[in-house]
């Protein structure tokens, strides 16, 4: 798995995007008990301080998730959100080739997430009932997030007729 920020011309071909998530089966951790979902969030994903704003997400699957050897396993979701609301910003998409797998999610009523305490991002991929995501040997996807930290908007605005480092 791997958080980034975009350069300033992946920003431009994006839209405005200004970080990106890649994650794959294999970040998939073995020996997860089935009907559980795995949590990836410090160390994977960064922090939100107050007054950082989400202005927009898009969650992308390049190849759905599926485990090869047994088409039953039918549902695996995918959500973006943080430690108090796992689904605030992208909530169970289906991600698993054996089920109705949504390939392109862009969820328009979870943009301008204005954050009022500091919290965590985490993402969560959930398990159907009696199989272990464990399980799980294909699938990639990447998430784009455009993110306005308060500490950098501080640092750039300048005062009328300053230089901007007052």
Do not use: C
């Amino acid at each position: 798995m791997k958080f980034a920020p975009l350069t300033i011309e992946e920003q431009a071909s994006t839209g405005g995007f200004t970080h990106r998530l890649d994650f794959s089966y294999r970040d998939i951790p073995a020996g997860i008990a089935n009907n559980t979902s795995k949590v990836w969030a410090a160390g994977y994903l960064p922090a939100v301080a107050i007054s950082d704003i989400i202005i927009k997400t898009e969650l992308h699957l390049t190849t759905p998730f599926q485990d090869a050897s047994d088409a039953a396993f039918n549902s695996s979701t995918l959500s973006l959100g943080d430690a108090t609301t796992a689904t605030r910003l992208i909530n169970a998409s289906e991600a698993n080739l054996n089920g109705t797998e949504v390939l392109n999610v862009i969820p328009g009523a979870n943009s301008n997430v204005i954050y009022t305490a500091a919290g965590q991002l985490q993402l969560t991929l959930n398990s159907m009932a009696a199989k272990s995501i464990s399980d799980i040997d294909v699938g990639r996807g990447y998430i784009l997030l455009s993110i306005n930290r308060a500490a950098d908007t501080a640092r750039t605005q300048a005062t009328p007729f300053g230089d901007g480092n007052t």
